[in-house]
């Protein structure tokens, strides 16, 4: 069997806000347990993105809850991402399926104009490539962002 391959694409690069953890990625992320980071999000501690079934972490977020437990100070809220995102080149289906962490048959369902509204994502077509906005990806993660009910991120999204 070969070794995978590299992408044939370089992702342009993603605002921390935007940056999301599976959750063994998220444990390593912040040097604790898989257990332990459950624990988090079962008490409320951590902000969650909910895309489908998938459960996933912004890094920001993570960061600031590890700062508050080494310092005890939270760090600002991140800068608006926009005006970073409304410049950048649109992103190939490989590329958007990246970011979300989502195969390209969930992102071709998402895309379709019948999909469920809080995980529609709208394409844009040159040609017969189909492509995405960054600020539609971003503005997809925000719709499904839910914020920590408890502890010190309580009420906030990263």
């Given at each position: 069997m070969s070794a995978p391959t590299a992408p044939t694409w370089t992702p342009i690069p993603l605002p921390a806000?935007?940056?999301?953890?599976?959750?063994h990625e998220a444990?390593?992320?912040?040097?604790t347990t898989?257990?332990?980071?459950?624990?988090w999000l079962a008490a409320g501690r951590l902000p969650v993105v909910r895309l489908g079934s998938r459960v996933l972490v912004r890094a920001s977020a993570l960061d600031a809850l590890v700062t508050h437990a080494a310092t005890g100070k939270l760090p600002r809220p991140p800068a608006s991402y926009v005006p970073e995102l409304s410049?950048?080149?649109?992103?190939?289906?490989?590329?958007?399926?990246?970011?979300?962490r989502i195969s390209r048959t969930t992102?071709?369902?998402w895309a379709a104009p019948d999909a469920a509204a809080p995980?529609?994502?709208a394409p844009t077509r040159l040609g017969r490539r189909v492509c995405?906005?960054?600020?539609?990806?971003?503005?997809?993660i925000d719709r499904n962002s839910y914020a920590a009910t408890t502890g010190p991120l309580a009420g906030r999204l990263a």
């Open positions: 806000a935007l940056t999301l953890l599976a959750r444990a390593d992320h912040a040097a898989e257990r332990t980071f459950d624990r410049g950048a080149r649109l992103l190939r289906f490989d590329e958007t399926s990246h970011w979300l992102l071709e369902r995980l529609r994502i995405f906005r960054p600020v539609d990806v971003a503005e997809l």
